[in-house]
């Protein structure tokens, strides 16, 4: 996944660079690397693949994920 495709992931899932540091357990700073362009793991960018892909849910992250 690219910092692009991040960015707009972030955008259609309306949340912030913090609050998806919060659902995938990283820290803040993690999620700004993300959105400049920093690599972002395969298993990682995965998820983040099924998220934007409506496989997953947002939700299923807050019940199951780690909230940091």
Do not use: C, H, W
């Amino acid at each position: 996944m690219t910092k692009n495709q991040y960015r707009a992931l972030l955008a259609k899932l309306e949340i912030s660079q913090e609050r998806m540091a919060q659902l995938l357990g990283i820290g803040k700073r993690t999620s700004q690397g993300y959105a400049a362009g920093e690599p972002i793991p395969p298993p990682t960018s995965a998820l983040l693949f099924a998220l934007g892909e409506g496989k997953i849910a947002v939700e299923d992250l807050e019940r199951y994920g780690r909230k940091g």
